[in-house]
């Protein structure tokens, strides 16, 4: 059975930065692309960013791009997401979801969510 | 930017079929995807490439496609139905970045 157990969020202040892990397990993490989708308050779902098998393949919503850095460590089945220079409308529920192939943004499976406040 | 359209919200009695569309300019050469999302709770995949169900998803779920307008169609709508709907797709950027519709509030009463 694919799980997702996502950790991390919380408060930050604007400007500030927070990191994001999405534990993995039940499917062959090292060969399929990951994603991460955010939710605002009361708002509907908006794609972030997804990242290849290797790690090195990764691409960025514009709203995100230069803030926002999606990583992965294969050896322990995790994702990441290091979030800098926070603003207001980052406040979202995040979302980490399987990707159906090595570099694909269709998802199959997803995370339970994780808040983040950006609040002073 | 690429915009995927859906009706805000959809209403059927119990036992009749719900369509919800998705229409969208690349739609012809991208999939569709569609996702259930129950307030509180991670959406959860009931369509993928255009007319597939998931294991574990109910027959009554099915999907289609034509042109740039995609639909999900829900026949025979339980109760338990209820919740936004999300269709989902790629752009065609170098990049190709994903991209969701607003969602659908489909209310069955």
């Known amino acids: 059975e694919v799980q997702l157990v996502q950790s991390g969020g919380g408060l930050a202040q604007p400007g500030g930065s927070l990191r994001l892990s999405c534990a993995a397990s039940?499917?062959?993490?090292?060969?399929?692309?990951m994603n991460w989708v955010r939710q605002a308050p009361g708002k509907g779902l908006e794609w972030v960013s997804v990242v290849g098998v290797t790690g090195g393949n990764t691409h960025y919503a514009d709203s995100v791009k230069g803030r926002f850095t999606v990583s992965r460590d294969n050896s322990k089945n995790t994702l990441f997401l290091q979030m800098t220079n926070l603003r207001l409308d980052d406040t979202a529920v995040y979302y980490c979801?399987?990707?159906?192939?090595?570099?694909?943004?269709?998802?199959?499976?997803w995370g339970q969510g994780a808040l983040v406040t950006v609040s002073s | 930017s690429y915009e995927l359209t859906q009706p805000p919200s959809v209403s059927v009695s119990p036992g009749q079929t719900a369509r919800i569309t998705c229409s969208g300019d690349e739609l012809p050469k991208k999939y569709a995807y569609w996702y259930q999302q129950k307030s509180g709770q991670a959406p959860v995949l009931v369509i993928s490439e255009d007319t597939k169900r998931p294991s574990g998803i109910p027959e009554r779920f099915s999907g289609s496609s034509s042109g740039t307008l995609a639909t999900l169609t829900i026949s025979g709508a339980q109760v338990e139905d209820e919740g936004d709907y999300y269709c989902?797709?790629?752009?065609?950027?170098?990049?190709?970045?994903?991209?969701f519709g607003g969602g659908t509030k489909l209310t069955v009463l």
């Open positions: 039940g499917f062959n993490f090292f060969t399929y692309a």
């Open positions: 979801a399987k990707g159906v192939g090595p570099i694909s943004r269709f998802l199959d499976h």
């Open positions: 989902y797709s790629t752009d065609s950027s170098d990049d190709e970045k994903g991209v």
